[in-house]
């Protein structure tokens, strides 16, 4: 469970995965256990809502519904790649910032960035954590949200396969379903990488 880049005082923890994995699950866990957390999708959520951000967003979809937006990207390459254009300058800003800050600070801080290899943003950490689970549980994750199936398959595809995650991660958490078991798992994880850095 060693981390390969470990010139760092303090552990700078990123964690990824496929949509409904489990990566807001393991970031609650980094939080109790002291970390200082950040989640790439709630910064979505505060540049989706800037009003330069919503004044594009919505000339290029004529909306600014969240839902209807998802179902749009996931299923249109070009409308992805134009909303990612607008907000992911912003979301990689602010992690760079929150990093900049716990570094500065000697805090251990993570991250849930499900983007993560995609974006090419490993060398902002010093240890990545990528979630894995069976394709099945994600899929009835999402639709247990009221994510269609169109949709859900969309959002996969926007990601690396999980295998290319798992082969460049430090450290890789199986998640089958089983939450004691996955948060038992983490908890030892948020151990072992303190003790590491």
Same mark, same amino acid.
């Given at each position: 469970m060693a981390a390969k880049n470990n010139t760092a005082k303090i552990p700078i923890v990123g964690i990824t995965g496929l949509p409904a994995s489990g990566k807001?699950?393991?970031l609650k866990v980094f939080a109790r256990a002291g970390f200082r957390v950040a989640s790439a999708d709630d910064i979505a959520r505060i540049e989706f809502a800037r009003p330069r951000a919503r004044r594009s967003i919505k000339k290029i979809f004529g909306t600014t519904s969240r839902r209807r937006i998802a179902r749009a990207v996931f299923s249109d390459e070009k409308k992805r790649r134009a909303l990612e254009r607008i907000v992911h300058p912003g979301i990689i800003? =602010?992690?760079? !910032?929150?990093v900049c800050r716990a570094r500065r600070r000697l805090e251990p801080f993570?991250? =849930?960035v499900p983007l993560l290899f995609e974006k090419k943003l490993s060398k902002l950490f010093n240890t990545i954590v990528? *979630? *894995?689970s069976p394709r099945r549980l994600i899929m009835g994750r999402l639709a247990?949200?009221?994510i269609s199936r169109r949709t859900a398959v969309g959002m996969i595809r926007a990601h690396l396969p999980q295998a290319r995650k798992a082969a460049m991660a430090d450290i890789i958490i199986r998640n089958d379903g089983n939450r004691k078991k996955l948060s038992a798992a983490l908890k !030892?994880?948020?151990?072992? *990488?303190?003790k590491v850095e």
């Open positions: 807001s699950t393991a800003k =602010e992690l760079q !910032r929150q993570a991250a =849930e990528t *979630i *894995i247990s949200k009221g !030892r994880v948020t151990k072992v *990488i303190s």
